[in-house]
């Protein structure tokens, strides 16, 4: 993904209770959009506040996005919304890893970004937020009908307690 949103912040100038808040333009928007492949993407805004102690920064806030993808199923144009709160860790990177080296995250490192120890891309992360918030699979209102008339089965109906009720259903009628 291309640095389409970068605000970055020079870790030096950043004081703690400051108050950041980020709204994309629309060649931005044009850019994010094509990169996380919707349709359009009508709004990014982002509120965060950011208290930094010694090389670390935190940013809490809330990212809003109003966007438009296409079904998986129709291809018709979805409508949705991204309104998530965010509580991020930016921390001085690992620079002696080597590109193929494995490292094990637990659940408090998930909101964790690195950084260079100059400079923090708030902006990056807005956007890699709202990547996380947008439904991986959209279906349109007729997603439905379309994949019934293509033959394939719901998920009710392929499940093996359907198979099995079918089953009991021939041997109650004796077939």
Known sequence: MSACFSHELRLDQIRSGERIDLSASDS?????ARDLGLVSLT???A???LERTGEDVR???RVQAALKQACVVTGATVA???DEPFDLRFVPGAHDLAAD???ELGAEDCDVVFHDGAVIDLGQAVVDTVALGIDPFPRSAGADAALKEA????EAEASPFAAL???????????
């Open 28 to 32: 931005e928007r044009e850019a994010i």
């Open 43 to 45: 709004k990014l805004d």
């Open 47 to 49: 509120h965060a506040m």
């Open 59 to 61: 940013a809490t806030g």
């Open 80 to 82: 949705a919304h991204v």
């Open 101 to 103: 080296s494995e490292i």
């Open 151 to 154: 033959g394939i089965m719901t």
């Open 165 to 175: 009720a079918a089953l009991k259903g021939k041997l109650d009628s004796g077939d």
